[in-house]
């Protein structure tokens, strides 16, 4: 039982320090995807549009 009193906090801590990461990394896409002039679309691996930014709004598209 004390050896698993002793591991939780270290599991608590790289999970909090995960949950960090994944803000940071969030923040850093947001501010390109804001800043970019260029048109930038995120998809996820089923080729779904997850996240644009307005310059990709105003590419024209060509359906024909």
Do not use: C, R, W
Request: no cysteine.
């Amino acid at each position: 039982m004390a050896m698993f009193t002793q591991t939780l906090p270290f599991l608590y801590t790289k999970y909090i320090y995960k949950l960090i990461q994944k803000h940071n990394t969030a923040d850093a896409l947001s501010s390109i995807l804001e800043s970019a002039y260029e048109g930038i679309a995120v998809v996820d691996e089923y080729s779904i549009v997850q996240e644009f930014n307005e310059a990709y709004k105003k590419i024209p598209y060509n359906i024909s």
